[in-house]
Every structure is written in structure tokens, then in C-alpha cells.
């Protein structure tokens, strides 16, 4: 992850475009998986919610998550 956030801020040719002229990048959350599949599936998932249960799962604010 570190390499990451380090390409995103760092590597002017290689960064995603999304991320271009938003820098620096923050790591604010993450979770651990053990297959790539597994985790771009719940990438997938989290990046359809709405933006308010994103903020609260990044505060562990449980009660709004469900």
C-alpha cells in the first residue's frame, strides 16, 4: 500500500488520472484480504455506497453501515 499512495503522489506518469491534481493522496482506510478477487470485489462494493456510509466506515461508525 505504501508503494501505492507513494505512486499516486509522487509518479507523475504512472498515478491514476482520477488523482491527477489532488495530491497529496491519504491513506484513510483500508481492509486486508486474502485473494486480489476478494478484495477489488469489496472495493467494487464500498465504492457503490453512498458517500455518508462511506465516512462512517471510516470512522467505525457501525450504526450507519447497516
Known amino acids: 500500500m505504501e ?5 499516486h503522489n509522487f509518479d507523475k506518469n504512472k498515478s491514476a488520472k ?10 484513510v482506510y483500508s481492509e486486508k484480504y486474502p485473494t486480489l478477487q476478494e478484495a477489488m470485489r469489496r472495493e ?7 458517500k ?9 461508525k457501525k ?3 447497516i
Not at 467494487?44 to 453512498?50: H, M, N, Q, T, V
Open 63 to 65: 450504526t450507519l453501515l
Open 3 to 7: 508503494r501505492r499512495i507513494q505512486e
Open 44 to 50: 467494487a462494493e464500498i465504492k457503490r455506497w453512498p
Open 52 to 60: 455518508v456510509k462511506k465516512e462512517a466506515l471510516v470512522k467505525g
Open 18 to 27: 482520477y488523482l491527477r491534481g489532488r495530491t497529496p493522496a491519504k491513506l
